[in-house]
């Protein structure tokens, strides 16, 4: 079962993809992760990341891809994995497809968590964060027993400025300029199935586990 995880940021996207990682026992993969292993391990995929990295650059898509496609041959991943966060756009995913397609192999499942942005803007902005022991709150979802105050330490609690309506919107727009266009590749590929994220965390993975077992 190979599955590639699509939504916006604050879909809920990374949770679902560690759920299914778990339920199926296979690899949930982040490209951030591949990253860190490579240049802990030295490797020479690793190292050339390393370069561009050290610049302030994005890596380029085909090394990338090449970090990915490593990564799915492990004997780990024999019976599937889960790609979260990559790929991002459109040249990676044909990137990623052609090398795919070289090893006679294909993904099973794109899924892609639905939220729209007026829910995961209130959803983020209602975030809270203690500076000083890291607990974090939810004023709707998971409010802490005194208002504004961390239950864990007593500290004031604050709102991140990644959490800020402005903030998140301006994420949301770069998803949408970059990363929406997977959506309509993917459905061309015939491999796309929608998930309405509104739902609490159970019952969106209910959803997953019909459609992956449809």
Do not use: W
Not at 31 to 53: H, P, Q, S
Not at 69 to 75: A, F, K, L, T, W
Not at 103 to 113: E, H
């Amino acid at each position: 079962m190979k599955i590639v995880m699509l939504g916006a940021p604050g879909a809920g996207k990374g949770t679902q993809a560690i759920k299914i990682a778990e339920k199926y026992n296979i690899p949930h993969i982040s490209t951030g992760d591949i990253f860190r292993a490579n240049l802990k391990a030295g490797t020479e995929l690793g190292l050339k990341a390393k370069v561009y990295m050290d610049q302030g650059l994005l890596v380029p898509d085909e090394l990338t891809t090449g970090l990915v496609v490593d990564r799915i041959q492990q004997e780990d991943c024999k019976n599937g994995y889960v790609l979260d966060g990559f790929p991002r756009t459109i040249p990676q995913a044909e990137c990623l497809t052609a090398a795919l397609n070289d090893l006679n192999d294909a993904l099973d499942f794109a899924l892609n968590i639905d939220v729209p942005d007026e829910n995961i803007v209130n959803r983020m902005s209602g975030r809270r964060a203690c500076p000083k022991c890291g607990a974090t709150y939810h004023i709707a979802y998971a409010a802490p027993k005194k208002e504004g105050i961390c239950d864990s330490c007593g500290e004031t609690l604050i709102q991140r400025d990644d959490d800020k309506p402005e903030t998140v919107q301006k994420r949301l727009d770069v998803y949408h300029a970059q990363t929406q266009p997977l959506i309509d590749y993917y459905e061309n590929e015939g491999i796309l199935k929608n998930v309405d994220g509104t739902k609490n965390l159970d019952e969106v993975f209910a959803q997953i586990i019909e459609v992956l077992e449809a």
